[in-house]
C-alpha cells in the first residue's frame, strides 16, 4: 500500500499546535465557567427553598388537671405535634407547656410568654384550638393577633392552616363573629349600666391602675416592656393590684392610646 509523503503543508507547524492548544484551553474555559453558574443557580435555589420549609415553629401545649398529666395527656399532644411538623418539614420547635391549669385561666405563665413572644416564630401550632383556651372570644381574638403578625396560626385536629386559602377565608369569618360578639356585649353592657344608673347603683368595674400607676404602665409599654412583664410589675408595687391580668394590661394600653 503506497504512502503519500506528507508535504510541508501538511505537517502540523508550531503556530499549528499553539492554535489547537488555545482552542482546547478556551472551551475548557467556557465549560468552567457554566459549570459555575449552574451550581450557583442550584445553590441559590436550594437555599431558597430550604428558608420557605424550614420555619421557626411556637407549638403550644395544655392539660387542665393533675389526672390528664398522670395520664400523659401532654405528652400525646407533644407526640403529635411532632409528627405534624415532621411531615410538613416545619422545622425547628419551641415549647411553650402549662400542664394541670385550666384554658379559662388567666395566670397560665407559658401562654403568656407565648403570646408575647409569637411574631418571633413563622407559625404557632396547637393539637386543637380547646388546647389554645375555653374562651371561644378571646381564643378568636387571640388567633387574629398571631395572624395579624405575618405568623401563621395551625391547629391540627381542626384541619386549620391561616397559610392557606381557606384558613384566611376562616379567620376572615372570625372577624365578623368577633364583632357580632363585641356588638351584642356593648348592648348588654348599656342596658346593664341603665338598670344600675336606675337603681342608684355605680356603674363600671374599678379601674386596677389609676393614676400615675397608669402612666407608669404606658410609659413601660412605649419602651417595648410585654403586658405580661408590666402585669407582674404593677402586682410588685406597693399600692398596686393583687391581681392584674395581661389582657387587662393590653385593654388599659389599648384604650389610652385610642
Not at 140 to 168: N, R
Not at 189 to 206: N, T
Amino acid at each position: 500500500m503506497a504512502t503519500v509523503p506528507r508535504t510541508a503543508a501538511s505537517r502540523p507547524t508550531d503556530n499549528n499546535r499553539i492554535a489547537d492548544y488555545s482552542s482546547f484551553t478556551l472551551s475548557h474555559e467556557r465549560a468552567r465557567f457554566c459549570a459555575a453558574v449552574v451550581y450557583k443557580y442550584f445553590c441559590a435555589k436550594y437555599a431558597y427553598y430550604a428558608g420557605v420549609l424550614c420555619m421557626t415553629v411556637a407549638a403550644y401545649v395544655r392539660v387542665s388537671t393533675q389526672q390528664q398529666k398522670e395520664d400523659e395527656s401532654h405528652l400525646n399532644q407533644r407526640d403529635r405535634i411532632e409528627r405534624y411538623c415532621e411531615r410538613r418539614n416545619l422545622g425547628e420547635i419551641e415549647w411553650f407547656e402549662d400542664i394541670a391549669i385550666s384554658g379559662q385561666s388567666n395566670n397560665r405563665e407559658q401562654y403568656s410568654q407565648l403570646m408575647d413572644r409569637y411574631a418571633d416564630f413563622d407559625a404557632v401550632i396547637v393539637r386543637e384550638l380547646s388546647r389554645f383556651g375555653r374562651d371561644p372570644v378571646k381564643v378568636l381574638q387571640h388567633v387574629e393577633e398571631i395572624v395579624d403578625s405575618d405568623t401563621e396560626f395551625i391547629s391540627i385536629t381542626e384541619d386549620f392552616d391561616t397559610g392557606s386559602a381557606m384558613g384566611k377565608a376562616f379567620v376572615r369569618i372570625v372577624a365578623v363573629i368577633n364583632g357580632m360578639y363585641a356588638d351584642l356585649r356593648r348592648e348588654q353592657a348599656i342596658a346593664a349600666a341603665e338598670r344600675r344608673r336606675e337603681q342608684g347603683l355605680p356603674i363600671g368595674r374599678p379601674q386596677k391602675l389609676e393614676g400615675k400607676l397608669l402612666d407608669e404602665c404606658m410609659e413601660l409599654r412605649s419602651k417595648g416592656v410585654s403586658y405580661s412583664a408590666i402585669a407582674r410589675i404593677m402586682e410588685s408595687k406597693p399600692t398596686g393590684p393583687d391581681s392584674i391580668s395581661r389582657e387587662t394590661i393590653r385593654r388599659y394600653c389599648n384604650e389610652a392610646a385610642e
